[in-house]
């Protein structure tokens, strides 16, 4: 079990500090010294991954003019739970008028025999910026694993004002390497990643990440601010590969160092 809250707001000189951290459970958050006027957590948790009837809840609040990053110390893993037992996972985050969130989690991999729901919640302000992605990995290449019973829920919600800008959703139960080989839906991936990028500029980099792009991967625009991202991959590997020259590049090469560990 592990919960956390933390509140960030801009002082008068526009850097973005900590006003509130709550911590409990196998859930930590350690900020790393960024020499930025914005903020850096990274989210441990000490429990080294999650299994039926674990919880983790985060809250997270970027105040106005604020710029906070959040990311992972590692790759989160959904182990095997016992018959009728589930793992849940829920992050809320609300960021306000003018302020900035970079939700870059690294892999949730999946494991055989795992069962999990995991909800993601943000509400924007007005002119409020949001660079999110989920990557996930369908059992690990190198050992040869294969999903043949799972239970996997996932919800991503974005609003603004409590109005939706996008919604997502995926469920995978039992067979799901059979599910995933078919051609109209993964064509056999083991590796994916969606990518939300908010921001009044959005339309901007379109071209630039198409050029970046595999063949099997795309990016659209889903209004005038909001630039969505869909990307397959062979294994974690090829995905990493191909996701952080963007991440760098949207994140005008702020990507934490964890991600390159």
């Not at 933390?6 to 409990?24: E, F, H, K, M, Y």
């Not at 050029?211 to 869909?230: E, F, K, N, W």
């Not at 090469?253 to 964890?258: F, H, I, K, Q």
Request: net charge neutral; aromatic share 4%.
């Amino acid at each position: 079990m592990g919960a956390g809250t933390v509140t960030v707001r801009a002082d008068p000189c526009g850097q973005t500090r900590i006003v509130n951290l709550r911590q409990s459970g196998s859930l930590k958050l350690v900020f790393p010294q960024t020499h930025r006027p914005d903020a850096e957590a990274i989210l441990v948790n000490t429990a080294g991954g999650v299994t039926g009837g674990d919880s983790i809840d985060l809250t997270v609040d970027v105040g106005t003019g604020a710029a906070l990053t959040l990311t992972t110390q590692a790759a989160e893993r959904a182990y095997r739970a016992q018959p009728g037992e589930v793992g849940r996972i829920t992050t809320h985050a609300s960021v306000a008028a003018n302020a900035c969130l970079h939700w870059l989690p690294q892999e949730m991999i999946l494991f055989n025999h795992c069962a999990l729901r995991r909800t993601l919640s943000v509400d924007l302000g007005p002119q409020a910026r949001l660079l999110m992605v989920e990557p996930m990995v369908f059992g690990r290449a190198a050992m040869h694993e294969r999903l043949t019973s799972v239970q996997f829920q996932d919800r991503i919600s974005v609003t603004r004002n409590g109005l939706p800008l996008y919604r997502d959703g995926m469920d995978l139960q039992g067979n799901a390497a059979q599910h995933l080989s078919r051609p109209a839906v993964a064509n056999g991936a083991g590796a994916m990643a969606s990518l939300v990028f908010v921001a009044p500029d959005a339309a901007t980099h379109v071209t630039v990440l198409r050029a970046m792009l595999p063949q099997s991967a795309g990016a659209s625009l889903i209004a005038a601010d909001v630039l969505v991202m869909r990307l397959l991959a062979a294994d974690s590997f090829d995905m990493r590969k191909a996701l952080i020259p963007i991440l760098d590049h949207l994140t005008q090469n702020t990507l934490p160092l964890s991600w390159r560990l």
